[in-house]
């Protein structure tokens, strides 16, 4: 899936973030405007996982909610 689908629908997604990754700052989710990279790299920073697994969290998140 293209990373500008998510980048244009940031706004309304950006709650399902927040639910998804509430160690998230709202701040933090603004400054990475849907960019899927960014948020696997916070995902990684903040719960400490590794990079593989951000990484297939946020494509079965964007699977769920970019259906």
Known sequence: MNKDVVKG????LKGEAQKQ?????D???DQIEGDATKLAGLIQERYGKSKEIAE???EEWRKKHLH
């Open 21 to 25: 990754w509430g160690k998230l700052t």
């Open 27 to 29: 701040d933090e989710l």
């Open 56 to 58: 297939k969290e946020v």
């Open 9 to 12: 629908k940031w706004k309304q």
